[in-house]
């Protein structure tokens, strides 16, 4: 007679989370669909990329990559230590990589706010300027576009979202 027991003590846990921490992720920045309040001016997927990549009329201002390449060493050691968390059961993948996404969110919006080079056009500054209020700051006009930098997590169970 067998009296061997399979006792789990959350191997199994440990395995899944592990799997689960593999295939998800979170997106942040400005995410598909997010509209304008005037819905005849381009949506702000156009706007944030030709601010951060520049176009004919518009210089680069590097936002989204410039915030993330500085942020990249703190997000390792952050998401490590989250991982260890996951492992140990203090912490779910999906609460995890919210806190990464926060924090990089509040990180991109710091960059937007930090008046990045170059200056505004003359002509910009100008229409910018509304009841003796100089709107010379770069990237910030009507806040769309700092208010519509979000995070968003996919959580793929089994290879699937």
């Known amino acids: 007679m067998n009296n061997v027991r399979d006792i789990d003590r959350g191997y199994s846990y440990i395995v899944d989370q592990i799997k689960l921490a593999h295939n998800s992720y979170t997106k942040v920045g400005v995410q598909e669909n997010e509209r304008r309040d005037d819905a005849s001016e381009p949506d ?52 995890g990589l919210h806190v990464i996404g926060q924090y990089l969110e509040s990180k991109i919006k710091a960059k937007i706010r930090s008046n990045i080079p170059p200056p505004n056009a003359p002509a910009t500054i100008a229409q910018k300027t509304v009841g003796g209020k100089v709107g010379n700051r770069t990237l910030i006009d009507t806040g769309q576009l700092i208010q519509s930098i979000r995070h968003v997590v996919f959580m793929r169970y089994g290879g699937r979202t």
Not at 64 to 90: C, F, H, I, W
């Open 44 to 95: 702000m997927v156009t706007i944030a990329a030709w601010n951060e990549f520049g176009n004919r009329r518009i210089p680069e201002r590097s936002f989204l990559r410039s915030a993330t390449d500085e942020e990249t060493p703190n997000l390792k050691t952050m998401g490590d230590k989250l991982y260890d968390q996951v492992l140990e059961g203090r912490l779910t993948v999906e609460k």
